[in-house]
């Protein structure tokens, strides 16, 4: 913290704003990694939450923080079992068979493969009571409840120390993360939670026989397990097996972005964490889900606007991608259109290929996540988890096959569903809207007019001017006048009382003095100072893209 509060500033609490080189914030971050690495299992998911926040950390942060996977050593099997014996009763008797040696594991739980019973009632409509089918057993890890509320209490007393040194655009973003990482973090480990978002996703894809989702058995599940279907798979990006095996990459990718979309655009309920260690392809060429224990919901008006937004990037309409932003609450609406527009125009053009839409969105992603620190925007809560999902889906596709064109899929999808046509509607009537307003003005205009001439020629016309101070020059320029004025009073005072001789009164007077000086000096020196500032422009970010 004091390291990060160090780079901000000059003399940490005050003086002028420090510019670090990348080779820098790229050690703070690795630095930062290893102490969540040391710091266990909720800190671990702290960091996996702050490489989804550009505008809390600065780009360099964000690569390194990216790398931080779940590498916990599991739990050894004796205190799994009680966990798992308390939720389900005795292992021996709810399965027929049950491997100790985990399968997978995690920060907050561990999966272990097993096979059910063949005289319950699942395994006998599923196997014919004669052969329990395979299953996948999610425990959460013992006492890990407080373990996290312990670790929720330190994060919650080092905020309010780590919000002293941050700016007021910062200072929201980390409220909004703390609130955000304490929320995700107890709904990650309520496998009640997780079993009814998968329900409700697979539900979601019923009819669709593109993906495969595994099914909750509810009979051996509760809020501390998970048991659900056994489905093996490679993959997904094991290029060289899914070759061998004859399936077509570019059909999976396609079906990967398009279930992707349904669920944010459509369905309004996602599975947000599809690493390829969540995703497999079965010998059929079917895509399955993996670990629904970090999953959202996004609200209509949101799924509006991403919907806005794409449709924007796809026409290459600046002004529209702005205006998305601006509605979605990333952008400040005070922000500077223009600076930012060149931002836009600059990423798109560098993301984009021969054709208009042979760009990546990752790309285009990736440079305005780099614009967001450096300009006071914040990311809405679950809005991380949509640029996350967008990033790594993107990643997963260009893998599977490297000419993998992105917004050509999502503008077909966004096609077929009538959101492209929708909004050419919606152009249309908002013309048509703006057209009839204009008509009514310029009726409207000539009697105004005439008003405003008659009152000119009667000497009866008054102008208000307001000036727009955002840089508080009058501010500053009063501080500047009342310091002078002090500092000549106290300097007066000072010769005067020596001349009486009154050493102490004007020792006093001097350190007054002296204290005055530094303020106004302090006022020139400051980087609020009147002065120009610098501006985002293409050949600053030319030259930081070099230094990186």
Known sequence: MLAYARDRRRFLLFGRRRRVDPETHRHR???????????????????????????????????????????????PWPEAKRVLEDELGPVDERFAEFDTDPISGASLGQVYRARLDPESERARAD???????????KVRRPDIENLVKADLRVIRWSLPILLYFVDDARSFSLENLAEEFSKTIREEMDYE???????????????????LIPD????????????????????????????REGIDRTEIAENLERAYLQMIIDDGVFHADPHPGNLAVTDEGRIVFYDFG?????????????????????????????????EIGTLSPDADRGVMAEVMEIAIQDARGEDVEQYRVNQIIGQIEDSIYEFPLRLPKNLALVLRVATVVEGVCVTLDEDFDFISVATD????????????????????????????????LAPKAERALDRLDRDDLYVR??????????????????????????????????ALEAPRASIVAAGFSVIVLIQLYRSFRSPTSIGARPQFTRQNLRQRRGEE
């Open 294 to 326: 970090m999953s959202g919901r996004v609200d209509p008006f949101v799924q509006d606007k991403i919907v806005d937004f794409y449709i924007a990037v796809a026409n290459q309409d600046i002004d529209g991608i702005l205006d998305a932003l601006v």
């Open 127 to 137: 196997a014919d009571g004669e052969v329990g089918p395979d299953v996948a057993v």
């Open 465 to 498: 001017i307001g000036v727009e101070d955002s840089e508080q020059v009058f501010d500053k320029l009063a501080k500047r006048l009342v310091y002078g004025m002090l500092l000549t009073m106290s300097l007066f005072s000072m010769g005067v009382l020596y």
């Open 216 to 243: 909750v058995i509810e009979s051996h599940s509760g809020p501390r397990v998970l048991t659900m279907e056994y489905i093996e798979g490679t993959k997904i990006n094991d290029v060289a097996e899914l070759e």
């Open 29 to 75: 971050a690795e630095v930062l990694l290893e102490s969540l690495l040391t710091l266990g299992p909720t800190f671990i998911k702290l960091g996996q939450l702050l490489s989804t926040r550009p505008d809390v950390l600065p780009p360099a942060y964000i690569d390194v923080l990216a790398s931080l996977q779940d590498d916990v050593p599991p739990a």
């Open 413 to 444: 999808y966004l096609t077929e569903q009538g959101y492209r046509e929708e909004s050419i509607r919606q152009y249309i009537d908002e013309t048509g809207r703006q057209l009839r307003r204009s008509g009514e003005s310029l009726t409207r």
């Open 193 to 211: 939670r997780e079993a009814a978002m998968l329900a409700e996703i697979r539900s979601n894809f019923a009819d669709d026989d593109s993906l």
